[in-house]
């Protein structure tokens, strides 16, 4: 593994906001669980450590985390009420700020196997949870 790599970024919109603001509650009900951050904010992270001339940055209102294990999500998903996010699906959690604004949290599993794209499992205590295929999670890339 390489050393780790600090970066320092700031809201740029209203959106990128949300997103942060997503991310920091994740961050937060994971505790000590192992996530990754996925979507648009990692693309953004990513390009913070290796720009490239021709990318366009957006923007994304939602915060999209995985955890490899379905054992966490229950506790992770209490975390997540215990901060007043409110659960509208086994892995969708809002919170409506002072605002009106609104953070959307979308939190995936790991799925094992190789079918791809985004699959549903039904999670005990929990409900429907999309997951994605594992690969991903238990593999460290090489890095030029």
């Known amino acids: 593994m390489n050393d780790a790599t600090e970066i320092h970024v700031h809201a740029l919109s209203n959106a ?12 937060k009900a994971t505790g000590d ?9 990692m693309v953004r992270l990513l390009l913070q450590v290796y720009p490239t001339r021709n ?5 994304t209102l939602d915060a999209d985390a995985a955890v490899g294990d379905v054992e966490v999500i229950g506790p ?18 809002s919170k409506v700020l002072d605002t009106d604004q609104r953070v959307e949290i979308n ?11 985004i699959r549903p499992q039904d ?8 997951t994605l295929p594992s ?3 238990h593999q460290a ?3 030029p």
């Not at 990128?16 to 961050?27: I, P, R, T």
């Not at 669980?33 to 904010?41: A, D, K, P």
């Not at 990318?55 to 923007?59: E, F, V």
């Open 16 to 27: 990128d906001s949300l997103g942060y603001l997503g991310q920091q509650a994740v961050a």
């Open 33 to 41: 669980h192992e996530y990754r951050i996925v979507g648009g904010h």
């Open 55 to 59: 990318a366009t940055l957006r923007s």
């Open 76 to 93: 992770i998903r209490d975390q997540l009420i215990a901060q007043d996010s409110e659960q509208e699906g086994g892995n969708v959690f």
């Open 107 to 117: 939190l995936l599993l790991a799925r094992h196997g190789s079918s791809q794209g």
């Open 123 to 130: 999670v005990p205590g929990v409900g429907q949870v999309d």
């Open 135 to 137: 690969f991903w999670l």
């Open 141 to 143: 890339l090489p890095w």
